[in-house]
């Protein structure tokens, strides 16, 4: 069955680093986009960073960009989120998903719609103190 695996996450300092990863399997990873999310309680799941299956294409939340970078490694079925800069603000459980993305949908696919992804990781606290 198709297994997402985050780790990383810890209690760090504002102003520090992170380096989150999502390992997947079960699936041809090659063949799905991937995307992070967080959620705090009592707030919806909310778009973090998202990557198409090619690598190319990347998106970002606008509270996160030119902070946070999103990459893969399709040799190990990995996704990545790298966190700079932290904010008390980015403490939340993070979450990985894949979103299948075939052919047609472009090498430049990516996806920020929590509703259309097909797969989830059961998440990774990240704890940004002040």
């Known amino acids: 069955q198709v297994q997402l695996v985050e780790s990383g996450g810890i209690l760090v300092q504002a102003g520090g680093s992170l380096r989150l990863s999502c390992a997947a399997s079960?699936?041809?990873?090659?063949?799905?986009?991937m995307g992070w999310f967080r959620q705090v309680p009592g707030k919806e799941r909310e778009f973090v960073a998202a990557i198409s299956r090619s690598g190319v294409g990347t998106n970002y939340a606008d509270s996160v960009k030119g902070r946070f970078t999103i990459s893969t490694d399709n040799a190990k079925n990995t996704v990545y989120l790298q966190m700079n800069s932290l904010k008390p603000e980015d403490t939340a459980v993070y979450y990985c998903a894949a979103d299948y993305a075939s052919y047609y949908d472009g090498a430049r696919y990516t996806n920020t719609n929590r509703h259309e992804y097909d797969y989830w990781g059961q998440g990774t606290q990240v704890t940004v103190s002040s």
């Open positions: 079960g699936l041809t990873f090659s063949s799905y986009a």
